[in-house]
Every structure is written in C-alpha cells, then in structure tokens.
T-cell receptor
Framework: ELKVEQNPLFLSMQEGKNYTIYCNYSTTSDRLYWYRQDPGKSLESLFVLLSNGAVKQEGRLMASLDTKARLSTLHITAAVHDLSATYFCAVDGGSNFGNEKLTFGTGTRLTIIP | DTGVSQDPRHKITKRGQNVTFRCDPISEHNRLYWYRQTLGQGPEFLTYFQNEAQLEKSRLLSDRFSAERPKGSFSTLEIQRTEQGDSAMYLC???????????????FGAGSRLTVL
C-alpha cells in the first residue's frame, strides 16, 4: 500500500526565516502534488511535479521532486504570515497507470510568528 | 463558474440516521471525486466518477456508504445508519479529462462536515 510521510508535522517559524518541508513516499511515481489548506477551508492546488528533477516556484514557495529518492521538498523563503496554513503532499500511481486516486500525507501545519 | 459546490456545509445527526451530501462540480469537469478528511489527517480517497460511471469504489468505507452521479453532473454521497466514527469532513473534487497533462490537479469544494452524536 502506498504511504506518504511528511515531516515535520508541525512547524513554527519566525517571519523572514527559511525552512523546508519534506515529503517521502513509498512507491515509484513520477507525479507529486502539493496542496494548501487554510483552517476551516478546503484544499487549494499549489504545485504539480510531473517528472524527476522537476522544480516549480511561486512567490516564496518552491517545490522539487526526486523520483529516485522518492522525495519531494517544499521550500519556504523569507516566510510571511500569509503562508500560515497546512501543507499536504500527495502522490498518485504515476503517468503510466492512469491512477485516479491521490494518497495524501498527514500534512504539515505551518505557523508563521511575527 | 463558481467552483465546486457542496451542500450542506454542516450536518449534525444522531447515530443511526441516514445522511446525504450533494456535490456540484465545475460544469466542464467530467471527473468527480469524493474524499474524507478526519481531524489532523490528510484527505482519504473514497470513490470517483468519470461522467456518470463510478469507476473506483473499493475505498468506500463500508456498505453503508454509497455514491451516485446519475446524469454525469452533480453527485450524492449517502451514509446509512451513521456511526460516531463517520464524523469527518467529506470533500468533493473535480477535474477535467485533460487538464495539466492528465494529472490529478483537483479543484476541491469547501466540504460537508458531518457530526454524528
């Protein structure tokens, strides 16, 4: 069974600092997704990484994928309060399987402290 | 288009009662998904539809759970004889057939929160 693990589960950061969230998964897949969830709200798609070595950046967030290591990272640069949220990574069966099911990690709850 | 709509947003029910949730996906999206999210966890896949066909339902949690999408537009998720362990957020999501190279970039609704007393 596919497992997706994130660490840390909780992260408090000071504004202006940099940090990285890690996502490990247990099966071969070349597709990884990052979603954001604000408290009481639904999930919002941030990034989709579709191949080994893929890197995507949006504002202060940058995501990368290493399919050989089965690892994705979400790097936060110079954190600001607006980034406080829970971040989920998710994996599906990969582009060769047409797998419609996303398996999510347990999430990383990020709190940015002024 | 206002995105994926779910109704009701909150439902409180007594154990043993039946509940039904409705999802209206983005109109041009032919794929529709149901996920369940419990407190402090990531969403858990339940089932999905391609148009009106339910193509994966093995993850529905028990035979008390059923889902339909009769005309390939809106969908319903019904839970019969609810139990306290059914308390969770039920999320609906949709996507188009081809968006983002066929990848599972989903648009989620705001969810229906179920509390079973």
């Amino acid at each position: 069974e596919l497992k997706v693990e994130q660490n840390p589960l909780f992260l408090s950061m000071q504004e202006g600092k940099n940090y990285t969230i890690y996502c490990n998964y247990s099966t071969t897949s070349d597709r990884l997704y990052w979603y954001r969830q604000d408290p009481g709200k639904s999930l919002e798609s941030l990034f989709v990484l579709l191949s080994n070595g893929a890197v995507k950046q949006e504002g202060r967030l940058m995501a990368s994928l290493d399919t050989k290591a089965r690892l994705s990272t979400l790097h936060i640069t110079a954190a600001v309060h607006d980034l406080s949220a829970t971040y989920f990574c998710a994996v599906d069966g990969g582009s060769n399987f047409g797998n419609e099911k996303l398996t999510f990690g347990t999430g990383t709850r990020l709190t940015i402290i002024p | 288009d206002t995105g994926v709509s779910q109704d009701p947003r909150h439902k409180i029910t007594k154990r043993g009662q039946n509940v039904t949730f409705r999802c209206d996906p983005i109109s041009e999206h032919n794929r529709l998904y149901w996920y369940r999210q419990t407190l402090g966890q990531g969403p858990e896949f339940l089932t999905y539809f391609q148009n009106e066909a339910q193509l994966e339902k093995s993850r529905l949690l028990s035979d008390r759970f059923s889902a339909e999408r009769p005309k390939g537009s809106f969908s319903t998720l019904e839970i019969q004889r609810t139990e306290q362990g059914d308390s969770a957020m039920y999320l609906c999501a949709s996507r188009s057939r081809t968006g983002v190279l066929g990848a599972n970039v989903l648009t989620f609704g705001a969810g229906s929160r179920l509390t079973v007393l």
